[in-house]
């Protein structure tokens, strides 16, 4: 890693498990008369951090120049010192400062800091983009006005005709109104098994909203693009492309746009959407999406004052027996609300894990996009897919229900795979007590008093049930 400031002074950088100062592992260093310094440190309040016994911070380079200080240096992922913070896969946060004069002898007080999020490890990864011979189809909200509602989401539809021969989309691109960004929170773009006129009666008018329910569930299981706030554009690999079939009898998509609103502003004009880049050079495999998770539900339940609540969802070996051949899985993009800390995938074969499909122990609602594996990672027919939501929800006193607004939580994770088969989706939906139960459990161990806790007259006992084509 390398940190550029301009100043002469002293540099800091640390990764912190929080987005704070205290508790966070710090890199200091500084140049003084052409010689560099390095420390490695630990916060254990707001003040000077302390020396760490142990110096895992190593220099490769450090200099002055035209006003600014550039250092260097190299670390572990995992240095097996207490006082390190473990590097994985996923956003992590980063705090930073600075101050423009050199120690005597030590380091002074910061007169600069700030926080940013940044992938560090694996997720970073992108395919290389090919777009000669490429041409786009645009598929936008096309400048609809936006209610001054907290949580909207809104669709549109399109007529959608398949091409005369097969083509490749190789490119899914988000277009995200530069007027707007900061109220975008995802946009998905489905293939409907309805009509176009009857999607299009369901979701149009002055007030097209939907709220993923049975008005347009035939949609929401065949997805087809996904966005959602930190991500970045989705090349495919060059030997795979998603595909525009003549034999496909689907002649009609569906644009949903989150829009997240807590300020309440009005006079909000939106054209977001995606851009597909698409060929008529075909490529070898033909992409699929498959969506795994929870249900969106108020049946999921997160109890409030839980610093480490887990969920977990599972996608049955009964269930991708159905696969009629092993799927490479080339992408995965896991999904989850601001109660999320961590989100992670298990592959169970033969009633043992071997391996993880994605592991993000720093999810970051502001900082979410796809990871990508070194190499595809193949499921096998009879494999189990568990994952894995971890939420904190300790500055919240009431429960965290599931649902579709950014307050209300998620748990769910596309992964994009070839050669593409016919099955959409394999979730979990938990019946009415079991979530409940799982979060009076939690309850009892954070000592809440749950005599005060309002319950929901249906949060009654069962068992996960798998629900699978």
Not at 69 to 76: K, L
Not at 164 to 177: L, M, N, P, S
């Amino acid at each position: 890693m390398a940190v550029e400031v301009e100043t002469l002074g002293w540099v800091g950088l640390g990764f912190s498990p929080n987005g704070n100062m205290v508790g966070s592992d710090i890199m200091m260093a500084w140049v003084i008369d052409g010689e560099v310094s390095i420390t490695d440190r630990k916060a254990v309040s707001t003040s000077l951090p302390m020396l760490d016994t142990q110096q895992d911070f190593e220099l490769v380079e450090g200099y002055e120049e035209d006003g600014k200080t550039v250092i260097q240096f190299c670390r572990q992922l995992q240095t097996c010192d207490v006082n390190d913070m473990e590097i994985t896969v996923g956003a992590v946060k980063i705090i930073y400062s600075w101050n423009d004069a050199d120690p005597d002898p030590t380091p002074s007080q910061h007169t600069t800091r700030g926080v940013k999020y940044l992938k560090l490890v694996g997720a970073t990864k992108e395919f290389p983009a090919a777009l000669e011979d490429t041409t786009q189809m645009n598929f936008t909200m096309g400048n609809i006005a936006v209610p001054n509602d907290a949580t909207i989401y809104w669709c549109r539809t399109f007529r959608f005709n398949q091409p005369v021969t097969k083509q490749h989309v190789v490119r899914i691109g988000a277009h995200i109104d530069s007027r707007n960004e900061k109220y975008i929170h995802h946009i998905v773009l489905y293939q409907c098994k309805e009509t176009y006129e009857e999607m299009h009666a369901k979701c149009r008018g002055e007030d097209p909203r939907t709220e993923l329910n049975g008005a347009v569930i035939d949609c929401v299981r065949n997805l087809i693009s996904v966005w959602a706030v930190g991500a970045n554009d989705f090349d495919m690999p060059l030997d795979a492309g998603f595909p525009l079939d003549p034999s496909d009898t689907y002649d009609t998509l569906m644009l949903e746009v989150h829009y997240n609103n807590p300020d309440l502003d009005s006079g909000i004009i939106d054209d977001t959407g995606f851009i597909w880049y698409v060929t008529d050079n075909l490529r070898t495999h033909d992409v699929g999406i498959l969506y795994i998770g929870h249900s969106i539900s108020a049946h999921m339940r997160i109890p409030p004052q839980a610093e480490s609540f887990l969920l977990s969802t599972h996608c049955s070996g009964e269930c991708t027996d159905l696969f009629p051949h092993p799927l490479n899985v080339i992408a995965t993009f896991p999904h989850s609300h601001t109660a999320g800390a961590s989100i992670w995938t298990q592959i169970i074969r033969d009633k043992k894990e071997i391996d993880y499909l994605d592991l993000n122990l720093n999810y970051d609602f502001d900082f979410q996009g796809f990871i990508i594996p070194d190499e595809p990672i193949i499921l096998q027919p009879g494999d189990e897919l568990i994952l894995n939501c971890l939420y904190n929800s300790k500055t919240r006193s009431e429960f965290t229900l599931g649902g579709i607004s950014t307050e209300e939580e998620m748990c769910f994770n596309f992964l994009f795979y070839y050669p593409k088969i016919d099955i959409p989706y394999c979730i979990t939906r938990f019946d009415k007590e079991t979530s409940f139960n799982a979060a009076l459990d939690s309850f009892q161990c954070n000592n809440v008093d749950v005599n005060n806790i309002t319950t929901h007259e249906e949060l009654v006992a069962g068992a996960s049930d798998i629900e699978r084509t």
